[in-house]
């Protein structure tokens, strides 16, 4: 992942209360999540059987973009 430089906004107390990114840190911090998120979509896809899949070849097949 891409090193962030995150700024931070603190109240009084000199809490931490909000984070400022620059627009390129938070498209890529979204990125990130997205992707993680498709691994896991995946990942679960192989672990469930299916028995109504076809595979590739038949699928192109079927849709004409290729001969049998």
């Given amino acids: 992942m891409k090193s962030i430089s995150p700024q931070f906004l603190v ?15 938070y498209e890529a911090m979204l990125e990130e999540i997205e992707d993680a998120e498709d691994n896991k979509l995946f990942e679960e896809s ?10 590739l070849e038949e699928y192109m097949i079927k849709r004409g973009l290729m001969n049998e």
């Avoid at 192989?46 to 595979?55: A, F, H, K, R, T």
């Fill in 11 to 25: 109240d009084d107390l000199g809490n931490k209360t909000s984070v400022f990114l620059s627009l390129s840190d």
């Fill in 46 to 55: 192989m672990q469930e059987p299916n028995e109504d899949g076809i595979s």
